[in-house]
């Protein structure tokens, strides 16, 4: 079995680094009309000049920032080559989850063709080229890191837990919604078990140490960013909220004479992104309690983080494609680990992966209605999941 594994991990290294190294476009990561851009920062983390990267912080974590510093560093002045590089650097989280998922389904006696299914939706798939395609890799980190955390909870590691959860809590903010499912999963309905106190203390620890240097180091900064973030009224078609959005026409000079007229939505009256996306973690955490406090814990704690990772993706106004990304892992993360029906394939992950696919492939001048409606048939697989026979609460202690 560790000589399966270590070929594995070769090939998913191997499978890696050609995702990386095969984009030719940056997405995001240069846009330099966008304040929330991790490039400037790592560009100065780099060149050794903090309070260049101290200017430019961008409104998230330090932790994918700086694993991909070392990266980025061997890009030298290329910058397609430090985004790749940096890329590969937050690809490789991915692939160690691939390799631990890959050893559990050898020992659930999953056949071959299940696991090579569940790594390739993982590497090739939405989970890992949507991300790398917009120039969003953290979302990667960040995915990889709340299945981690959620697999080490149930597996009742405290420590570990508690570790991971900070880390995916100082990549980006809507990793708090895994927050409760690691703490409520990983021990028994005692509020103040052990194992729940030190995984909490562990993953504050680690969360402010990821978080805090990039909000004291330019305070000012975080505030704007944040604030304009969470101000924002644009609202796509693929949101709950676009049924009840306000339209406006706007024409739009193309050049050389040419005028496009589109179609913009925005949440009506005082309604603004961080008032709904702040549903989202109001929803997470009392659904956390009240599994606690029922006293029945989560009976499927990896369902349940694809749930309120899909969950994200329908009340944000602006979503966008690669935030399903986390989701999906997680469903992938669910198949992998489920003792239910001896199926050949993993169904769910790969008919979910090509629809989201799909659903974000529509011309632009598509109706409105059909992209919703669509895009909305898609998160369904995510948003009705049941947990697969065999798993349970995670174990108590003794």
């Known amino acids: 079995m560790r000589s399966r594994t270590l070929l594995i991990a070769l090939l998913a290294l191997a499978v890696a680094f050609v995702a990386s190294a095969w984009r030719t476009q940056l997405g995001d990561y240069v846009d330099l009309a966008n304040d929330n851009n991790a490039a400037p920062t790592i560009a100065a983390l780099v060149d050794g000049d903090w309070d260049r990267a101290a200017e430019n912080m961008p409104a998230q974590g330090m932790t994918s920032i700086l694993l991909r510093v070392p990266f980025a560093a061997a890009g030298g002045s290329d910058k397609l080559w430090v985004y790749r590089l940096g890329s590969f650097g937050c690809m490789l989280l991915l692939v160690a989850l691939v390799v631990v998922l890959d050893r559990r389904m050898q020992e659930a006696g999953r056949p071959p063709l299940y696991r090579l299914a569940i790594g390739v939706a993982m590497l090739l798939g939405p989970i890992g080229l949507a991300p790398l395609h917009s120039g969003h890799p953290e979302e990667i980190v960040g995915g990889v890191l709340c299945v981690a955390a959620v697999l080490a909870a149930t597996g009742g590691r405290a420590v570990w837990a508690g570790i991971l959860l900070g880390l995916a809590v100082g990549t980006k903010q809507w990793a708090l919604l895994a927050?409760?499912?690691?703490?409520?999963?990983?021990?028994?309905?005692?509020?103040?078990?052990?194992?729940?106190?030190?995984?909490?203390?562990?993953?504050?620890?680690?969360?402010?140490?990821?978080?805090?240097?990039?909000?004291?180091?330019?305070?000012?900064?975080?505030?704007?960013?944040?604030?304009?973030?969470?101000?924002?009224?644009?609202?796509?078609?693929?949101?709950?909220?676009?049924?009840?959005?306000?339209?406006?026409?706007?024409?739009?000079?193309?050049?050389?004479?040419?005028?496009?007229?589109?179609?913009?939505?925005?949440?009506p009256g005082s309604l603004d992104r961080g008032k709904v996306t702040g549903l989202a973690v109001i929803a997470a955490f009392a659904l956390g309690a009240w599994a606690l406090f029922r006293r029945g814990g989560i009976a499927d704690p990896m369902g349940l983080l694809a749930f309120l990772m899909t969950l994200r993706c329908a009340v944000d106004p602006m979503n966008l494609d690669y935030y399903a990304a986390p989701a999906l892992m997680a469903m992938a993360a669910w198949e992998a680990s489920s003792r239910g029906p001896d199926r050949k394939l993993p169904v769910i992950t790969l008919a979910t992966s090509i629809i989201i696919w799909a659903a974000w492939r529509w011309p632009d001048d598509s109706p409105h209605a059909l992209v919703f409606a669509f895009w909305l048939l898609s998160l369904l697989p995510l948003l009705l999941l049941r947990q697969p026979a065999g798993e349970g609460p995670a174990p108590q202690p003794a």
């Open 179 to 267: 927050v409760p499912v690691v703490l409520v999963a990983v021990a028994g309905p005692n509020l103040f078990d052990r194992r729940r106190l030190i995984a909490t203390g562990v993953a504050a620890a680690v969360g402010a140490a990821t978080v805090l240097p990039g909000i004291l180091a330019n305070p000012d900064r975080y505030e704007q960013t944040t604030g304009h973030l969470a101000s924002t009224k644009r609202t796509y078609a693929q949101s709950l909220w676009w049924p009840i959005a306000t339209k406006k026409s706007l024409n739009l000079d193309l050049g050389g004479g040419e005028r496009r007229q589109i179609d913009v939505f925005a949440l």
